[in-house]
T-cell receptor
Framework: AQKITQTQPGMFVQEKEAVTLDCTYD???????LFWYKQPSSGEMIFLIY??????QNATEGRYSLNFQKARKSANLVISASQLGDSAMYFC??????????FGTGTSLTVIP | EAGVAQSPRYKIIEKRQSVAFWCNPI?????LYWYQQILGQGPKLLIQ????????DSQLPKDRFSAERLKGVDSTLKIQPAKLEDSAVYLC???????????????FGPGTRLTVL
């Protein structure tokens, strides 16, 4: 069965500090993709970063990096130098063959000035 | 490149009424998704289209929900009759295997916030 687990309902981080949001996944498909989305209070889901199951290196996009540990089936999001605008819900998602997506329950991040 | 468009942004109806949502995906995106997101939860897939064919509608409550994607472009999602538990944000997303960026990445619209009284 396909499953995405985010165990941190809420996280707090001091402005300018780094924060790690946890995500574990479960799939028997060897080919899959892992995504992180940001959902501010406005409601729109914003794509942040992607990691393919065959990618050798961890993905990075600006202040976002994905700590991909395939053996542990984890895909944690690291946000460096947190900003007030980073306060939002963050969702981890997995794509499996057939372009089916599975989402976690999300982590609410609050950046403290 | 224009993003995914959805309308209306907000809708308030009474239970047992009907409602329809519209989605216009990113131009050229073959795959279109409708999600239901209840407050405090992650998005739940309702239906997935590939062009104008249905790929997955296993979680669509077919006794009250229907969706179509005529001509493989725009899509409408309908609820008839609505129940209190249908109060949620309805998100539309589209993706493509082609073009720039990460293939098959889902791009979301702003969503429609439905309140059923």
């Amino acid at each position: 069965a396909q499953k995405i687990t985010q165990t941190q309902p809420g996280m707090f981080v001091q402005e300018k500090e780094a924060v790690t949001l946890d995500c574990t996944y479960d799939t028997s498909d060897p080919s899959y993709g892992l995504f992180w989305y940001k959902q501010p209070s406005s409601g729109e889901m914003i794509f942040l970063i992607y990691q393919g199951s065959y990618d050798q290196q961890n993905a990075t996009e600006g202040r976002y990096s994905l700590n991909f540990q395939k053996a542990r089936k984890s895909a944690n999001l690291v946000i460096s130098a947190s900003q007030l605008g980073d306060s939002a819900m963050y969702f981890c998602a997995m794509r499996v063959p057939g372009n089916q997506f599975y989402f976690g329950t999300g982590t609410s991040l609050t950046v403290i000035p | 490149e224009a993003g995914v468009a959805q309308s209306p942004r907000y809708k308030i109806i009474e239970k047992r009424q009907s409602v329809a949502f519209w989605c216009n995906p990113i131009s050229g995106h073959a795959t279109l998704y409708w999600y239901q997101q209840i407050l405090g939860q992650g998005p739940k897939l309702l239906i997935q289209f590939q062009n104008n064919g249905v790929v997955d509608d296993s979680q669509l409550p077919k006794d009250r929900f229907s969706a179509e994607r005529l001509k493989g472009v725009d899509s409408t999602l309908k609820i008839q009759p609505a129940k209190l538990e249908d109060s949620a944000v309805y998100l539309c997303a589209s993706s493509s295997q082609l073009g720039t960026g990460v293939p098959d990445t889902q791009y979301f619209g702003p969503g429609t916030r439905l309140t059923v009284l």
